[in-house]
């Protein structure tokens, strides 16, 4: 059964820092990661998708990785904003499965 | 374009009391998605719809926990009896087709509290 893991559970950091959110998975058998944010009391937004055959992908100043063998991914986070406070979550799919993380909730201080 | 849309936002009833949430997905998205997503935890799927057609409900406990979604657009979610575990945030997501690279699109969820 696949497990998702989230390190760490909160981060704090004052804006203009650069930060890594880490998830690690213990099946390497995936057909994709996602990274979501997640806004109190909203939905889930899709930030990145890594289809299993690539190594990373960008959006603005984000930058999603994934080593599929060692089973992580990292989320990079260029020049926080405070506008980034949110909870990452990051998914794993495998067979029609998305399996979730527990999140990391971040907090960038002005 | 208008998103997943969900209703009620909040409800709060007792243990043993029935319940039901409502979801309209983004117009022209086959596949239907529900999750619970528990304090501190992850979301988890619950059942997925491609259509009108349940694709996957092994984490759908059927017991008390019930789905539908007739004609193929809006979906309602029923819990009955509630149970103090159930206690938690309820996600719609719909994507346009149920491919695994395909995107999800969240609803803002319903927070159900159980007391």
């Known amino acids: 059964k696949q497990e998702v893991t989230q390190i760490p559970a909160a981060l704090s950091v004052p804006e203009g820092e650069n930060l890594v959110l880490n998830c690690s998975f213990t099946?390497?058998?995936?057909?994709?990661l996602q990274w979501f944010r997640q806004d109190p009391g909203k939905g889930l937004t899709s930030l990145l998708l890594?289809?299993?055959?690539?190594r990373e992908q960008t959006s603005g100043r984000l930058n999603a990785s994934l080593d599929k063998s060692s089973g992580r991914s990292t989320l990079y986070i260029a020049a926080s904003q405070p506008g980034d406070s949110a909870t990452y979550l990051c998914?794993?799919?495998?067979?029609?499965?998305?399996?979730f993380g527990a999140g990391t909730r971040l907090t960038v201080k002005p | 374009e208008a998103g997943v849309a969900q209703s009620p936002r909040y409800k709060i009833i007792e243990k043993r009391q029935s319940v039901a949430f409502w979801c309209n997905p983004i117009?022209?998205?086959?596949?239907l998605y529900w999750y619970q997503q528990i304090l501190g935890q992850g979301p988890k799927l619950l059942i997925q719809?491609?259509?009108?057609?349940?694709?996957?409900d092994s984490q759908l406990p059927k017991d008390r926990f019930s789905a539908e979604r007739l004609k193929g657009v809006d979906s309602t979610l029923k819990i009955q009896p509630a149970k103090l575990e159930d206690s938690a945030v309820y996600l719609c997501a719909s994507s346009f087709g149920g491919g695994l690279w395909e995107t999800q699109y969240f609803g803002p969820g319903t927070r159900l509290l159980v007391l």
């Open positions: 099946d390497s058998a995936i057909y994709n």
């Open positions: 117009s022209g998205h086959a596949t």
């Open positions: 890594i289809q299993s055959s690539q």
């Open positions: 998914a794993v799919n495998a067979d029609n499965d998305m399996r």
């Open positions: 719809f491609q259509n009108n057609g349940v694709v996957d």
